[in-house]
């Protein structure tokens, strides 16, 4: 079990261009989670996938935010046009979908937009 | 619809004082509660969940908490306090009818301080 694992951890951008984060997520966890942390805040839920298939999504995910999850295993989040206010850490977290189910969450990808 | 109220966004206890941090919940549906601890440029934690199994809840590092419906709250309290033990907390809040396994909700954070 080596936890979950984001890349990359830090990211600069200019604002309008698009980036892209990845997770992988422990490797026998179903469910997978991203959220949104600003600095001095809590993570704010931005969506969740069961497998390959994305549940819930927060009114927090903008259209310019898109989540896959294409084959059930690792997630990317694309953030297209990116402006200031999406500066933030981005974490992962996954969990097992019955039973088990505390999320273990990711070190982070910190967006820096300039 | 669930929210989470952290009270105190900064806590100050001396070395081997007990810890005492607050969260108080609000849910329409019976919730699962947690705490998580986050250290700098980490990822977060669990340290501790209410599940509904039993009231009193012990976790990691010493820490307990308390669900009490009543109050509706599930305050993290540490016995003697450890100066590893300096780091931001987060109390979080998911539904019951979820499983668990719906997304959390998290308050905004106590950062906890440990004076020598």
């Not at chain 1, 927060?58 to 989040?77: C, I, M, Q």
């Not at chain 2, 619809?1 to 607050?22: C, F, I, P």
């Not at chain 2, 009490?68 to 003697?80: A, D, G, R, V, Y």
């Amino acid at each position: 079990d080596t936890g979950v694992s984001q890349d990359p951890r830090h990211k600069i951008t200019k604002r309008g261009q698009n980036v892209t984060f990845r997770c992988d997520p422990i490797s026998e966890h179903n469910r997978l989670y991203w959220y949104r942390q600003t600095l001095g805040q809590g993570p704010e839920f931005l969506t969740y996938f069961q497998n390959e298939a994305q549940l819930e999504k927060s009114r927090l995910l903008s259209d310019r935010f898109s989540a896959e999850r294409p084959k059930g295993s690792f997630s990317t989040l694309e953030i297209q046009r990116t402006e200031q206010g999406d500066s933030a850490m981005y974490l992962c977290a996954s969990s097992l979908a019955a039973g088990e189910f505390t999320q273990y969450f990711g070190p982070g990808t910190r967006l820096t937009v300039l | 619809a669930q929210s989470v109220t952290q009270l105190g966004s900064h806590v100050s206890v001396s070395e081997g004082a007990l810890v005492l941090l607050r969260c108080n919940y609000s849910s329409s549906v019976p919730p699962y509660l947690f705490w998580y601890v986050q250290y700098p440029n980490q990822g977060l934690q669990l340290l501790l969940k209410y599940t509904s199994a039993a009231t009193l809840v012990k976790g990691i590092n010493g820490f307990e908490a308390e669900f009490k419906k009543s109050e509706t709250s599930f305050h993290l309290t540490k016995p003697s306090a450890h100066m590893s033990d300096a780091a931001e907390y987060f109390c979080a809040v998911t539904p019951y009818s979820g499983g668990g396994a719906d997304g959390l909700t998290f308050g905004k954070g106590t950062h906890l301080i440990i004076q020598p």
